[in-house]
């Protein structure tokens, strides 16, 4: 008999990290969009973070995984086609951003979570051709979907944490981060995360400001460089870098999310270089694209079983045999956090980091 464990897939994004950890994908396999030269009309574009971030994304996607997608083409390979994917995104058809239907300007999260979706579908790379998943937090209005409709299955109420950022980076996701500023969660951003890097200097496992990093491609601020006019990225993809921190278990709404700090580009358009202001945010949601290819084959560990291909079953420490069926694998051993075989010290460490209210 299968037995489908939700945890499998989920996997990908409940992990924790351990200190002391480092991950960077190749900066120039991100695109270099810029959101304030989407088009002619740039009062809307300084609200169009998000299709611009997923845009960025699918440069990496398509350069990543040219063999794996067989010709398919989730995004055109030229400046000139990512700032139609981005300006598809942003239609009403599709992220319905800047529409008024929306309570704020903006996209919101679901209509970034369906948009995405549809889009996915547009260019034929749906499921099985590539896998979504996400978290959401309930921080602020932009969660809360139209009156009569409901988020995707693959989009959980939730917060994202630093291990469950790695480990989809780690996957060979594209990542796009969603960040709420403080004090006012009610505007946000959104950025690509590229790398992040965490060293616990006092052992503590807990992430403080100074110690850890997020390496993104902030669409206010993308490229390395600028038409002589100052309206248009010439490339290549610049890397930001933003400071990452847990706020402690207070009172405060935000208590026990990941804080963000960074240097943000403030000038708007044209691009005037130097015009930059520290920033404060919260991580309020993030989504990961992954792109699976090959035949399915039983995964076994220790949490249960599912048909996944073998790449996907490496990632999460699974025993994969193809077109194997869950009816060969050990019972489960639901204590077994880390998949490794064994109820350890490791076990008991993602239990107290995962302590409280489940989502």
Sequence with gaps: MKVHVTAIAATLMASTAMAN????????????LWQFGLSEDHELDSDSCIPTSWANALVYIQNTYEAELNGLQIIPPDYEGWTQTALTLRSEE??????????????TGYYQATGFEKYLSHVNAASPTTLLQGLISTLGTQ?????????????????????QLQRWLESGAAVVININYLPDTHNGHAVVLTGLEWNDTNQDGIIQLGEATLSV??????????????????????????????QPETADDWAGLLVVRYDQYKGGFPFVDGVYETTFGVITGSGALLVTNGPLGACCVSTGCDNLIETQCDLIGGSWTLSGSCDDCAPPCPADNDNDGIVGIEDLLILIDSWGFCP
Excluded: C, H, R
């Design 143 to 163: 969660t809360v979907p139209p009156e009569g409709a409901q988020f995707p299955a693959w989009l959980l109420e939730g917060n994202p944490t630093f291990g």
């Design 21 to 32: 950890e480092s991950f960077q994908n190749p900066i120039e396999d991100y695109g270099y």
């Design 217 to 246: 491609v902030d669409p206010l601020d993308p490229s390395e460089g600028y038409g002589s006019d100052g309206t248009q990225a010439i490339g290549p993809t610049k890397k930001t870098f933003m400071n990452v921190f847990k």
């Design 94 to 107: 599709y992220m319905n951003t800047n529409n008024d239907l929306n309570s704020n300007n903006g996209t």
